[in-house]
């Protein structure tokens, strides 16, 4: 299935709104809204959501009902094991590869993010957006397709995943940590110092985790139907 595909097109605009957190877990989706939204049948939206139900980004249940799923802990766990190795290999060459305007573009949302968290009344649904935004323009800016494909698959799971850290309050946003994670991945890429952008991923990756699992917002195990 390609980009230029039917099928291929809303799979990458049901891709995008997951992985940037548009979608929290247990939300419903309409097959018929998503046709009607593109302008297509509903044949090429049944397709993109069969490839998605398969990489387990969304569930296909009985009369062709379709969510966003919760993970089990556990699952979230071992993601998030993945990401730290993956996603700070990603930081590591982008301190090392990294263009003037790959340092614009991170620096650009890295101010988004800032503003965002740090507002008195934040418009969080926006903060989750650009939280994704800051990060996949810093794994843009290691120059790799492959590695880039790699933690799309992840953030595919995960991207609804984080609504429970960054919905969780203003709070949260103000004393988190991904603030001043951002800001030291940010520096690092600039200094072209691989093991402190390494390091400032890994810590925002793990303290989001820490934090949605100490909320018990994953239950730790799924009802099998």
């Known amino acids: 299935?390609?980009?230029?595909?039917?099928?291929?097109?809303?799979?990458?605009?049901?891709?995008?709104?997951?992985?940037a957190g548009r979608f929290?877990?247990?939300?419903?989706?309409?097959?018929?809204?998503?046709?009607?939204?593109?302008?297509?049948?509903?044949?090429?939206?049944?397709?993109?959501?069969?490839?998605?139900?398969?990489?387990?980004?969304?569930?296909?249940?009985?009369?062709?009902?379709?969510?966003?799923?919760?993970?089990?802990?556990?699952?979230?766990?071992?993601?998030?094991?993945?990401?730290?190795?993956?996603?700070?290999?990603?930081?590591?060459?982008?301190?090392?590869c990294r263009t003037a305007d790959d340092i614009n573009a991170i620096a650009t949302t890295e101010q988004t993010v800032r503003t965002l968290g740090l507002a008195s009344d934040p418009d969080l649904t926006a903060t989750v957006a650009a939280n994704q935004a800051f990060h996949f323009a810093l794994y843009r800016a290691a120059h790799s397709p492959e590695l880039l494909a790699i933690i799309e698959r992840l953030w595919l799971r995960v991207g609804p995943i984080i609504n429970f850290d960054i919905n969780s309050g203003p709070e949260r946003l103000r004393f988190g940590g991904a603030v001043r994670c951002h800001a030291d991945a940010l520096a690092a890429i600039r200094a072209g110092d691989a093991v402190a952008a390494r390091a400032a991923i890994a810590a925002d990756i793990r303290a989001a985790s820490d934090f949605i699992l100490s909320q018990q917002s994953l239950p730790e195990r799924m009802d099998r139907r």
């Open 1 to 19: 299935m390609t980009p230029g595909t039917l099928s291929g097109r809303v799979y990458r605009h049901l891709a995008d709104r997951l992985i």
């Open 24 to 96: 929290a877990p247990g939300d419903k989706l309409s097959l018929r809204t998503v046709s009607d939204a593109l302008g297509l049948s509903i044949m090429p939206v049944r397709e993109a959501v069969s490839r998605l139900a398969a990489e387990g980004a969304l569930d296909v249940h009985p009369k062709r009902a379709v969510t966003v799923p919760l993970m089990p802990a556990a699952t979230f766990r071992d993601i998030t094991r993945v990401r730290i190795a993956i996603e700070g290999t990603a930081a590591a060459m982008a301190a090392e």
